[in-house]
């Protein structure tokens, strides 16, 4: 069983920064799109950033100047650094490990953490 443990959410007032963290295993972190999404009350899961084994990441469009993920391998972990956050931030934001090969996908969840942006 893949557990994927998040931690770092909060409450945080506008223009404030938080940093989110996935640990994982070693397996899953150096084969695996690294990815975090997100969910705000009454919508749809979006994702937010992910990062893939090369370390190449992808945004939303959102967030692109003020997030930024990375991974750090030493330590098995996925880190989301939220910055100039905003009211429209607030969610639970989860981290999510991807792998399409042979035309199916195996992913994995973590237990999500909560973001609020609030004064």
């Known amino acids: 069983q893949v557990e994927l443990v998040e931690s770092g959410g909060g409450l945080v007032q506008p223009g404030g920064s938080l940093r989110l963290s996935c640990a994982g295993s070693?397996?899953?972190?150096?084969?695996?799109?690294m990815g975090w999404y997100r969910q705000a009350p009454g919508k749809q899961r979006e994702l937010v950033a992910d990062?893939?084994?090369?370390?190449?990441?992808n945004y939303v469009d959102s967030v692109k100047g003020r997030f930024t993920i990375s991974r750090d391998t030493a330590k098995n972990t996925v880190y989301l650094q939220m910055s100039t956050l905003k009211p429209e931030d607030t969610a639970v934001y989860y981290c999510?490990?991807?792998?399409?090969?042979?035309?199916?996908?195996?992913?994995?969840w973590g237990q999500g953490t909560q973001v609020t942006v609030s004064s």
């Open positions: 999510n490990a991807a792998l399409d090969y042979n035309f199916s996908r195996t992913e994995y």
């Open positions: 070693s397996s899953i972190l150096s084969v695996y799109v």
């Open positions: 990062i893939n084994s090369g370390g190449s990441a």
